[in-house]
């Protein structure tokens, strides 16, 4: 048993009247105990779920991302790319109600030259839902078998980044058992969000669901200083996916910039009311590459309207009608189709030389 952790425990754990904030020093510290199992598997769930109920702080996650940066692996800056990276936060527990759009998006952007972080891991609690590296897989990308190294390759040679925690960070994937114990989502899910597993500088986009998480967002970036650049979207199940059933609602931070408030209403650019809904994982696939072969849906009406906000955000075109003609663009004369094919050779070559 820790006995620095029991006090951290003691310090958010005694309620509403005695309870206090951890500082961003002791957030750290707590984060580092969990991920190097010092803390006790009985420690590690009363801290997870006394957070939980406590809330976290700004400080408190910047103290955990402090942590994260200490022990985690990060991609390495390439010259190669043309454009700042862009880092997709998005949650680790799948889709469990709408198709996910950002295996579209990254491939709109890297196709534009724009390179793209995701990062990761299986089916994890608490929603199981369906997860990025399993899209990937049906797609014909196995980006699970990848060492970290192999994983920089194949992001300078193609634009697509993707960190795997089972095999890029494993001491972060040992807590989600305790995330199922608990059958809550504790802070660090929070956090998540806002990681950026990358050494240059990073456009960062996040995801959330409660208006009072970009605050938490806004308030960590600004303790650390890293990324400079972050975009908060309340999106599809609080990924990056901009909804089409209302405004779509996005906070953007820059430096030495006020914050920017934009609101995009899909009405206004032609488009439906519709969420493309989740499908079985075959069936999803298959809506993907109809996509990629320039069939019409409501799937590609979703990609244009992801994918022209994002090359409109990246720098890629002017303003946002710029950046849905040039997504269709890329769609439609298969230029996203044939990153794809890219991507599965770089990866695919990197596995055939693992198995001799």
Not at 34 to 54: D, N, W, Y
Not at 85 to 104: E, H, K, M
Request: glycine letters at 10%; proline letters at 7%.
């Amino acid at each position: 048993m820790s006995k620095e952790f029991r006090e951290l425990v003691k310090k958010i754990g005694s309620g509403p009247h005695t309870g206090e904030d951890l500082t961003r020093e002791e957030a750290a510290a707590a984060t580092r105990m969990m991920l190097q199992q010092v803390a006790t598997p009985a420690q590690i769930g009363a801290f997870m779920i006394a957070h939980r109920i406590k809330r976290p702080t700004g400080e408190e996650l910047a103290g955990m991302l402090d942590a994260y940066d200490e022990l985690g692996p990060k991609l390495q800056p390439c010259a190669r790319h043309e454009y700042p990276v862009t880092v997709l936060g998005i949650p680790y527990d799948g889709r469990s109600r709408t198709a996910p759009i950002s295996p579209l998006t990254a491939l709109i952007l890297t196709a534009a030259g724009v390179p793209v972080i995701l990062h990761g891991g299986d089916r994890l609690p608490t929603k199981y839902g369906v997860p990025l590296a399993e899209i990937w897989q049906g797609l014909g990308v196995d980006l699970t078998k990848n060492s970290l190294d192999q994983a920089q390759s194949v992001f300078e040679t193609t634009g697509l980044g993707f960190v795997y925690l089972p095999r890029h960070f494993p001491q972060a994937q040992s807590i989600f058992t305790y995330r199922d114990e608990i059958g809550k989502r504790p802070p660090f899910a929070t956090m998540e969000l806002i990681w950026c597993p990358y050494a240059g500088d990073a456009r960062l986009i996040s995801g959330y669901v409660h208006p009072p998480t970009e605050n938490m967002f806004q308030n960590a970036i600004a303790l650390r200083g890293n990324p400079r650049y972050l975009t908060s979207i309340k999106g599809l199940e609080g990924s990056c996916d901009l909804p089409r059933d209302r405004t779509a609602i996005i906070g953007i931070v820059k430096p030495d910039a006020e914050f920017e408030r934009l609101l995009l209403a899909h009405g206004d650019y032609g488009f439906s009311n519709i969420n493309p809904p989740l499908e079985p994982a075959e069936n999803l696939v298959k809506q993907i590459q109809s996509v990629l072969q320039g069939e019409p849906s409501e799937m590609m009406q979703s990609a244009l309207w992801n994918g022209g906000f994002y090359l409109w955000h990246c720098g890629v075109t002017s303003d946002m009608n710029a950046g849905i003609a040039e997504a269709k663009t890329l769609l439609t004369s298969g230029h996203a189709a044939k990153k794809l094919q890219e991507i599965r050779d770089a990866v695919g070559s990197h596995q055939t030389v693992m198995s001799y």
